[in-house]
């Protein structure tokens, strides 16, 4: 893959952290610096990355509206990275436009899985209408779901809702999206209804709905459907 | 009219006294010619003895002078006229008057020195029993409600009220509670008393009595209570700066404790550490790639280690401040359970995890995260104090007020007498071999689960090891 090409901004006040991702990365991409947000949002107008990684404990400008105003001109994915405890500064940056979160100290192994998904093209539907992951298998054309071999049945609903787990498949979706998504505006903080439609839908096509591989929790902000 | 009452009440015994002489001296007048002066006078007496002790002083005399000129008229001849022949007799008519007299005043005063002491006997015991009342209490409401009641039996009142200037605001009691008074700020009160302390002036006592104001030994009793209730207040204040003083004295004990050990904890995974990774530095150390990987994957693990730690740590400073938030959300159980295994996949992989969770579970409020990081506690500990290869049982189902998930291992178990101290601070179970770690994960769980109104509690297996339950409400 020339993913040498690739282009990605580090966002972070901790040169300890810059340097461990330049390390970790600079092999397969094309790093860019900044150490805080007003370097960020002038990188991201002149190197012109494809992905950016942005810590929100900044020291001038909030993580969350470095998001907002970069999403006022630019569709470039962001990852945001935080630390612990801190789901609803994570919940807000990705209402505000961010693609995905990484929690504080995070392994590189879960940065690559975050970067390539953020990577992915989002419109699955035209490029690929199979989507394969495991034992899970989808045709989005036929409406086929078919689970260890097995073809499912699903409730409109769920079908929804995997399709647009799918979407954004790789990437995080916060309850409030995915309710907003599937059931609209209204129904914004019914988690419930959400609640209730995931453990159907793995109850259906997870081998072990106890300990799903397919639909992943994401604690405190939203669901994952994982690839590959 | 009440002028009128209240006169007419005051002459009644006057009258009395009057009449009570005027029907002896008919009785006798009867037997008058057989009757010797003497015999006369002393029985004139007794009108004048029992009007004076059981009206006062004042009817008393009444009888003395209306049985002199009684006693002159009547039985002193000539007969019928107030005038006196015999000169031994004025000799006795005074003597009478002296003697009546006397015996008024004599009687009077016992009297009424019985009833002052009466009266003084019951000031004591209200007193007593206001002290008694006070004894037992150290809560200053509790202080004012008793001085209220007692204040308002004592006296009779309509209403009262005890104001006290205390922090952070002004506390008013009232005793009824209702006022009857239709507003007390309209009504001045009958009596009002300060309550003033060693410094300063901490309120005062109002009573309302419409039908009569305070008489001077009431005024006097009520400023003992007030200096009674100052006592009590100033106690109760001096228990609480006591108590105070003890939780400060006790939490800078473990606030030592916790350094002590937080120091210790924090730099054993740092030496494991600092040791794997100037051994890979080291040019002098020889090392194949077997266990360049093994000294990399030590590191790894004790950083993932200090990592829980920090977040221990953590979560225990948020729960003592109070500033742990929680984000009640319906969630389904399963959902923590399986986020829990993930979170630790890592350990959990050399062990078998056997999962009984009853169907059709009812979704629950809990704050994911939070609950989350119980059974990740939980777990880890059972993982500690179990055998490397042993089975983690984990079983959820649901009562009637309660969702219970049960957590067993198959370890040491837990000694009875400890099960209930497992949960507080830095308690470490006495075991030979110290799995690490600053006690503090099971009472964090337990802050966890208090602050969701739920229950913890441990017991042990009977084939052997540790059962740790938590109930959670449902709704």
Redesign the interface.
């Known amino acids: 893959m020339a993913d040498s090409n690739i282009r990605v901004l580090i966002v972070d006040d901790e040169r300890s952290i810059r340097r461990f991702l330049r390390t970790a990365l600079g092999g397969q991409f094309l790093i860019f610096e900044a150490a805080n947000g007003t370097d960020a949002l002038a990188a991201a107008a002149s190197d012109r990355p494809d992905v950016v990684i942005l810590d929100l404990g900044l020291p001038d400008i909030d993580g969350i509206e470095v998001t907002r105003r970069l999403r006022e001109w630019s569709q470039v994915p962001i990852i945001v990275v935080s630390v612990?405890?801190q789901?609803a500064d994570k919940i807000a940056a990705l209402d505000a436009g961010a693609d995905d979160y990484l929690t504080k100290?995070f392994g590189v192994g879960e940065l690559m899985a975050r970067l390539r998904a953020a990577l992915r093209r989002s419109s699955q539907t035209e490029s690929e209408p199979i989507f394969t992951a495991g034992d899970l298998t989808v045709d989005l054309n036929l409406r086929e779901v078919r689970s260890r071999g097995q073809e499912v049945s699903l409730t409109p609903t769920e079908y929804d809702l995997l399709k647009t787990l799918i979407k954004y498949a790789g990437k995080v979706l916060t309850h409030r999206q995915l309710l907003r998504t599937v059931w609209g505006e209204a129904y914004e903080s019914d988690?419930?209804i959400l609640?209730?439609n995931?453990?159907n839908l793995r109850q259906k096509i997870e081998s072990d709905?106890?300990?799903?591989v397919h639909i992943?929790?994401e604690?405190?902000v939203g669901y994952r459907l994982k690839i590959g | 009219m009440n002028q009128v009452n209240s006169l007419s009440r005051k002459a009644f015994p006057y009258v009395l006294a009057f009449l009570f002489t005027i029907i002896v001296t008919f009785v006798l007048l009867p037997f008058r010619d057989g009757l010797q002066i003497a015999t006369v006078v002393l029985v004139y007496l007794l009108p004048v003895g029992a009007s004076a002790a059981l009206w006062g002083l004042g009817p008393g005399i009444i009888s003395a002078l209306a049985s002199f000129l009684l006693l002159n008229y009547f039985y002193l001849p000539p007969y019928g006229t107030l005038a006196v022949h015999d000169t031994q007799d004025i000799l006795v008519l005074l003597m009478f008057l002296l003697l009546t007299v006397s015996v008024s005043q004599l009687v009077g005063s016992m009297t009424r020195s019985l009833a002052v002491a009466r009266e003084q006997e019951h000031e004591i015991s209200r007193l007593y029993e206001l002290s008694l009342a006070f004894s037992k209490l150290h809560r200053e409401s509790d202080i004012l409600n008793a001085l209220a009641l007692q204040t308002s039996e004592t006296f009779q009142a309509d209403q009262t009220e005890v104001f006290i200037e205390s922090t952070p605001q002004p506390k008013l009691t009232r005793f009824p509670e209702a006022a009857s008074l239709n507003d007390t700020r309209v009504v001045p009160p009958t009596a009002v008393v300060p309550l003033q302390g060693n410094q300063r002036l901490l309120g005062e006592i109002r009573l309302w009595r419409v039908a009569s104001p305070l008489n001077a030994s009431e005024e006097r009793l009520l400023q003992t209570f007030a200096r009674q209730s100052v006592l009590a207040l100033e106690r109760a204040q001096l228990v609480t700066s006591e108590n105070r003083a003890r939780l400060l004295e006790e939490s800078d004990r473990m606030k030592s404790a916790l350094l002590a050990s937080v120091s210790h904890e924090l730099r054993t995974p740092l030496a494991t550490i600092t040791g794997a990774l100037s051994s890979l530095l080291d040019e002098e150390i020889i090392l194949d790639d077997d266990a360049r990987t093994s000294l990399i994957e030590t590191a790894s693990e004790e950083a993932d280690r200090l990592n829980r730690l920090v977040g221990n740590l953590l979560d225990m400073t948020r729960l003592e401040a109070g500033s742990m938030h929680i984000k009640l959300e319906s969630h389904d159980i399963q959902d923590v359970i399986g986020s829990t295994l993930e979170e630790l996949k890592l350990q959990l992989r050399e062990r078998p995890v056997m999962l009984d969770l009853a169907a059709g579970l009812p979704q629950v409020k809990v704050d994911f995260v939070l609950i989350e990081r119980v059974l990740v506690n939980i777990i880890d500990n059972a993982l500690k104090y179990s055998p490397p290869d042993s089975a983690i049982e984990i079983q959820a189902g649901v009562g009637e007020q309660f969702m219970v998930v049960k957590v067993a291992d198959h370890g040491i178990g837990i000694p009875p007498e400890d099960l209930q101290q497992v949960f507080e601070k830095f308690f470490r179970v006495k075991r030979p071999s110290s799995a690490g770690g600053t006690g503090l994960g099971l009472s964090i769980c337990k802050g966890i689960i208090q602050a969701h109104h739920g229950l913890i509690a441990a017991e042990n297996r009977p084939g052997g090891g540790t059962i740790i339950s938590i109930a959670l409400p449902l709704t």
């Not at chain 1, 709905?209 to 799903?212: M, V």
């Open positions: 612990r405890d789901e100290p988690t419930h609640q209730v995931i453990s709905p106890a300990r799903p992943v929790t604690p405190g």
